[in-house]
């Protein structure tokens, strides 16, 4: 049985790991990583990120960062059944991971930044965020028409793309416009894996 560390609490970008890591089947030890008291930013942690950030995974030592490349190297290493059936399917999966890192993730996350940076948004950089999502949801929404989830099976694509989706509900960006965005949302959400990568509410 390999040797797992994530680095990150199951929340914000870490969550991706978690919930992928619970999806696989896997047993793994949690590393808190206390922002507070720099400790991203420390020599050590540097070595693993020079980014300075969570998630960073270790597996019996092969250490590795960033949640898109880990949720694929998970799935690559110990269930490859979830990066899809073909290789149209896995290019698929990864095209949506690449869209949401790139387009729909920054929009959001600024959008629920206010939770952590204590720092309110002005009301120019919330219109510019929320005329970008409403450019993006109806994009995911016409995906998710007909399907379960993101490509009909769910998979890698669902596991990278729906933690995103937190930070709407973070920041209370409604997606009640979206239904099949707010059905999969809660979809995923109920799975078992999901609901155990969040572990305990306090
Ligand atoms: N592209 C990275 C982003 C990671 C990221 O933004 N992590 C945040 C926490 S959610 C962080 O560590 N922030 C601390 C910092 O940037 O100093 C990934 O997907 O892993």
Known sequence: MANINV???????SFRVHWALHEMGLTYETVSVQFAKGEHKAPSFLAMNPMGQVPVIDVDGFVLPESVAITQ?????????MLGATPEAQAQALRWA???????????STLASVR????ELSPEVKEEKMAVLARLLPILDAQLAGKEYLLGEFGIADVNVRPTLQYAEMAGVDCVAYPNVAAWMARCAARQAYVAAKGPVA
């Open 116 to 119: 952590w940076t204590g720092k």
């Open 98 to 108: 690449l869209w949401c890192m790139i387009n729909l993730n920054p929009a959001l």
């Open 73 to 81: 190297y998970l799935a690559l290493k110990f269930a490859p059944a």
């Open 7 to 13: 680095y990150g609490m199951p929340m914000g970008t």
